[in-house]
């Protein structure tokens, strides 16, 4: 089983001028954090722009990581979408081995109701090999799952935890005192990692800590030592970096740090584009 209990990181799809996915790049990304302990990677998440990659590139991105990461690290697979049937498809289609676990993201744009997006985890974990994550991020899909609705899908035996980026620290609250003990909640916004992880959190699929990863691993592995005294020192210095990387847009932001580390470019793929100069100065500066 997964341990769940840490930093993961969401990680970028870098791209080369022509639009092409960046193989080197994305290889000296994983070095980077593996190398700075984080505890496990996610491919193919919204931070990975998986909306633009098509299934040719996705498997070979999967396979490029576990290549690369070698056994070093977990590794975590997005698989979701708004078509119940599609998505079922490809988790029996797809290449997972050396994948530990699959992130599946409600469905966006249909805005299905709760009973719709209970069905369609059940489907989904029925057909799915490996044990699943789901993710709540209301402002990418334009619905929320609720505190009823996450623990209902928690009773299904292969969903192993939620992503939770609602931002509703009530709606998160609820969880946490109701889930099952085989259920983690996993912070899906880096800003709210700390509060989250001080009311029982497991830990967090971050963005940030491509940037900051010793710092921000070490503010995690910190609160699950139960040490909050020191993790809220780096939560507080890390805060307005968290907030400043989303400002224009995610992956953008990150994307720009990544290029002042001298890792990947600002390459996005439309309709996804590199931050504002404004904000790309100050991040420069922040780092």
């Known amino acids: 089983m997964l341990n ?41 998440g919204t931070t990975g722009e998986v909306a633009t990659l098509n299934g040719e590139e996705k498997q070979k991105i999967v396979r490029h990581f576990v290549h690369r990461v070698n056994g070093r690290v977990p590794i975590v697979v997005g698989i979701g979408g708004n078509n119940t049937a599609a998505i079922t498809a490809d988790l029996q289609s797809f290449d997972l081995s050396g994948i530990s676990a699959v992130l599946s993201v409600s469905p966006y744009y249909n805005k299905p109701n709760q009973s719709g997006i209970i069905n369609h985890y ?25 505190a009823g609705t996450q623990l209902e899908i928690a009773k299904l035996s292969n969903v192993i935890a939620t992503k939770e980026a609602s931002g509703n620290m009530e709606q ?35 963005v940030v800590n491509h940037a900051i990863p010793s710092a921000f691993n070490e503010m995690v592995h910190l609160c699950n030592q139960k040490n909050y005294s020191k993790a809220r020192e780096i939560h ?29 470019s600002t390459v996005c793929r439309p309709p996804l584009h590199p931050v504002n100069e404004e904000l790309a100065k100050r991040l420069r500066e922040m780092i």
Do not use: W
């Not at 709540?136 to 609720?146: D, E, F, I």
């Not at 099952?180 to 497991?202: H, K, R």
């Open 172 to 206: 998160i609250m609820d969880i946490l005192a109701h889930k099952p003990a085989n259920f983690e909640v996993i912070s899906g916004d880096d800003a709210l990692t700390f509060p989250m992880m001080c009311l029982g959190a497991a830990g967090v699929i971050s």
């Open 236 to 264: 507080e210095a890390s805060l307005a970096l968290c907030g400043a990387i989303f400002e224009d847009g995610s992956p953008g932001g990150i994307k720009e740090i990544l290029n002042e580390m001298e890792l990947c």
């Open 4 to 44: 769940l209990h840490g930093a993961a990181t969401a990680v970028v799809t870098p791209f080369k001028d022509d639009l092409s996915v960046d193989y080197e790049a994305l290889s000296n990304i994983i070095e980077h954090l593996i190398t700075h302990k984080t505890n496990y990677l996610v491919a193919l």
């Open 122 to 146: 059940k489907q989904v974990a029925e057909a799915s090999p490996l044990p699943i994550i789901i993710y709540n991020v209301p402002g990418r899909t334009g619905s929320n799952m609720t």
